[in-house]
Each structure stands twice: as C-alpha cells, then as structure tokens.
C-alpha cells in the first residue's frame, strides 16, 4: 500500500505567546453551539506547556504521533497517526508533544462557551485561560485560509 504524506503548506500556522513547540490554526468557532475545532502542529520530540482540559474534545491525528505525558513527565499514552479519541472535560494536568516528527492533530472542543483550556506552571498555578472568545478573536484575527475557487 502506498504511504501518503500530509502537506500542510497551505495552512497558515500561528503561534500563541508563551506556549512553546506548538503552533496553531482555528478552523471553525461556533457560538451558538459551543464549537470551537481548531488544528495544533506540535514540534517532534518536544512538550508543550502544562494544561488541562476544560471542555469535552475529540482528537484526530492526522500527521505523526501524539504524545501525552503527567505532570511529573511520565508519559501516558502515544497516539499514532489516524487515531481518533474522545476525552472529557476535567481530565488530569498533562503535557502534549509529536513524537520522532511534527505531529498534526485536529481538535474539536466542544459544551462550553466559558474555558476551554487551563494553562499552568510546575506548581500548578494557572497562567493563563484560552476560552470559546479567545479562539473566535484568534479566528478572526487569522489570514483567511487557503479555499478552492468558487463557481
């Protein structure tokens, strides 16, 4: 069987001030719904900053393997690509990173207009909140993505 290769170059990546190895591209927030689907590239070999969930999720890696790790470092599962998992809200601290290559993988948040995801330091103190608002106003500040022609 033959391997295909996602090509990502006509997504236009962005980065979030203070979340190292990873990059990210909103796809779609829906207010009235409570949706926000949004793709993260994260860098091989590297984790991002700790957090937590807040809403319920599904993931689909669409490139490499997703990594997920404790607070303490212990890894938890490796999720290859084509893997598609369902996760609730509240879910223990964790770090996220690619394995031995960038990992792409589409997020779909979903059930809550409030927080989505909890950023924390080692102490587990929050940094910082990103929520349904915060993504829309990323969405909007975003280059409009590359669409096939119309007609």
Same mark, same amino acid.
């Given at each position: 069987?033959?391997?295909?290769?996602?090509?990502?170059?006509?997504?236009?990546?962005?980065?979030? +001030? $203070?979340?190292?190895?990873?990059?990210? %591209?909103?796809c779609?927030?829906?207010?009235?719904? @409570? &949706? !926000?689907?949004?793709?993260?590239?994260?860098?091989?070999?590297?984790?991002?900053?700790?957090?937590?969930?807040?809403?319920?999720?599904?993931?689909?890696?669409?490139q490499?393997?997703?990594?997920?790790?404790?607070?303490?470092?212990d890894?938890?599962?490796?999720?290859?690509?084509?893997?598609?998992? +369902? $996760?609730?809200?509240?879910?223990?601290? %964790?770090?996220?990173?690619?394995?031995?290559?960038? @990992? &792409? !993988?589409?997020?779909?948040?979903?059930?809550?207009?409030?927080?989505?995801?909890?950023?924390l330091?080692?102490?587990?103190?929050?940094?910082?909140?990103?929520?349904?608002?915060?993504?829309?106003?990323?969405?909007?500040?975003?280059?409009?993505?590359?669409?096939?022609?119309?007609?």
């Open positions: 069987m033959t391997k295909i290769c996602f090509d990502d170059s006509n997504i236009r990546w962005y980065q979030l +001030e $203070g979340v190292d190895h990873a990059s990210y %591209h909103v779609s927030v829906d207010v009235d719904n @409570a &949706i !926000v689907d949004v793709l993260f590239k994260f860098d091989a070999n590297q984790r991002v900053i700790l957090h937590r969930h807040h809403a319920d999720y599904r993931t689909f890696v669409v490499g393997e997703l990594r997920l790790y404790r607070a303490n470092g890894l938890i599962e490796t999720r290859p690509v084509g893997s598609y998992v +369902e $996760g609730h809200a509240g879910g223990e601290p %964790h770090t996220e990173g690619g394995g031995d290559q960038d @990992a &792409i !993988v589409f997020f779909s948040n979903r059930g809550t207009s409030g927080m989505i995801y909890e950023l330091d080692g102490d587990m103190n929050t940094v910082a909140t990103l929520g349904l608002q915060d993504f829309k106003a990323l969405m909007e500040a975003q280059e409009p993505p590359v669409q096939p022609g119309r007609g």
